[in-house]
């Protein structure tokens, strides 16, 4: 199991930005895939980007341009850089990893964008 911590969540205005951080309590070298996830209310969880140990990375249509995921090996973390953001991206925003199988989950940090 993989302990995950994000943090950098907030409130911001339309056409802001954020940088999401994930900890992670081992090295990520040995994680195969990490991303992030996120929830609004009522809504099912959702994938927002997600970067490979070989640093591929995928993103939703939905933030696609706006978004973009890193990782630091050094630092065992992983950064969301949210640009442009909108309400639609109001939402709990959870990190995930994946290794050798099993996906590990943060605890989530709330962003929330105002019109």
């Known amino acids: 199991q993989v302990q995950l911590v994000e943090s950098g969540g907030g409130l911001v205005q339309a056409g802001g930005s954020l940088r999401l951080s994930c900890a992670a309590s081992?090295?990520?070298?040995?994680?195969?895939?990490m991303g992030w996830y996120r929830q609004a209310p009522g809504k099912q969880r959702e994938g927002v980007a997600t970067?490979?140990?070989?640093?591929?990375?995928n993103y939703a249509d939905s933030v696609k341009g706006r978004f973009t995921i890193s990782r630091d090996n050094a630092k065992n973390t992983v950064y969301l850089q949210m640009n442009s953001l909108k309400p639609e991206d109001t939402a709990v925003y959870y990190c995930a990893a994946d290794k050798y199988g099993r996906r590990s989950w943060g605890q989530g940090t709330q962003v929330t964008i105002s019109s």
């Open positions: 970067i490979t140990s070989g640093g591929t990375t």
């Open positions: 081992t090295s990520i070298f040995t994680i195969s895939t």
